[in-house]
């Protein structure tokens, strides 16, 4: 007698990435989801696939003064300039509350010196964090932040620097959508070290304000990030997903499922979301629900089979 055919639960969401596994493949991105807890209320945080901690810098840093937030059309620019409690304070008074959320916890590593990121990610390395993401990316700080990820040969040192530094964590690399070769610096990177690569970071972005006649921000340009970048964003991430050795994390003006599918369909192994979550606390969770719809509508059975090309990371061709 023929056995029956086993019943079909649904499709699997479940992502790994560098040897990490994620529930599924969507991640609350830097800077925009605190430490978890400020939005524990709001939704519901152990259904996230991972969550990234605002940027961390070995001491505390207090920010940049004056306005730190500008809206434009379909868009949001930001300096906030680093504001953290320093990676000391954040092992001690955050990290066990975050990991506590259940979500893969991802820390985002910055600096303004070579010996900061190297002493930080030795700290981080210690801890029970699940990765780091080194953000060599930032456009609002004035030293480091994205000086390192513009280049080949800084971006390749520092990253290898972080490798040797922090041997027990896989690395995620965060790139800077401004570099004039981003292919260049995402290659070297890979040959320096890097597990997976995460972009985009915010565009170098501009706003004047004509009543004062002057730049709105203080440090004159800002990061421009939401819905107006993610066209740019989703060729990036296409052209490196094609070219990448390893796994592609895809971000930029994400608000929906369907453009997280935008970039999971482009071959990224999975989506970070910032901006749309001051605007809807709850869309990570409507992504994920809607992600999960798609592929339970066309017979997808895991994430990995939603690319539609053959990518540069095997695991996903
Ligand atoms: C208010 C704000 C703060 C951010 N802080 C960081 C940060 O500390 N480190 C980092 O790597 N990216 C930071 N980012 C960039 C986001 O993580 C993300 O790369 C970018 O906003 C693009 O995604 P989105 O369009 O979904 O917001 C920040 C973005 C915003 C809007």
């Not at 991640?27 to 519901?44: C, P, Q, V, W």
């Not at 505390?60 to 953290?84: K, V, Y």
């Not at 690319?307 to 540069?312: D, F, P, V």
Request: proline letters at 8%; one cysteine or more.
């Amino acid at each position: 007698m023929k056995t029956p055919d086993p019943v079909w639960e649904g499709p699997d969401l479940s992502v790994c990435i560098a040897g990490v596994p994620f529930r599924n493949p969507v991640i609350a991105a830097s800077g925009t989801f605190g430490y978890g807890r400020e939005y524990a209320d709001l939704l519901e945080i152990p259904r996230l696939g991972g969550i990234c901690t605002k940027g961390l810098t070995l001491r505390p840093q207090p920010g940049n003064r004056g306005p730190r937030l500008h809206e434009t059309p379909g868009g949001l620019m930001n300096s906030i300039g680093l504001e953290n409690p320093g990676i000391p304070a954040f092992i001690e008074k955050e990290l066990p509350g975050l990991r506590a959320l259940g979500p893969v916890v991802i820390a985002n590593l910055s600096g303004s010196a070579m010996e900061e990121y190297e002493r930080g990610a030795a700290l981080l390395n210690n801890t029970s964090i699940d990765m780091i993401e080194l953000n060599i990316s930032c456009p609002n700080v004035k030293a480091g932040g994205m000086a390192f990820g513009l280049e080949v040969e800084t971006a390749a040192a520092v990253t290898a620097l972080v490798r040797r530094a922090a041997p027990d964590k896989p690395l995620m690399v965060k790139l800077s959508p401004n570099a004039p070769d981003l292919e260049a610096v995402a290659r070297s990177c890979v040959k320096a070290g890097a597990d997976a690569l995460s972009l985009v970071n915010t565009f170098k972005a501009l706003a004047i304000d004509i009543r004062l006649r002057r730049p709105v921000f203080g440090n004159i340009s800002a990061g421009l990030s939401g819905p107006a970048i993610r066209p740019l964003a989703l060729r990036m991430v296409w052209e490196l997903c094609e070219t990448a050795r390893v796994p592609v994390v895809g971000m930029g003006g994400i608000s929906d499922a369907g453009d997280a599918l935008e970039f999971l369909l482009a071959g990224a192994a999975a989506v970070q979301v910032g901006s749309a979550t001051f605007a809807n606390p709850r869309a990570m969770t409507e992504i994920i629900d809607g992600i999960g719809a798609y592929m339970k509508e066309r017979g997808f059975k895991r994430t990995g089979e939603l690319a539609i090309r053959k990518t540069g990371h095997c695991s996903l061709a």
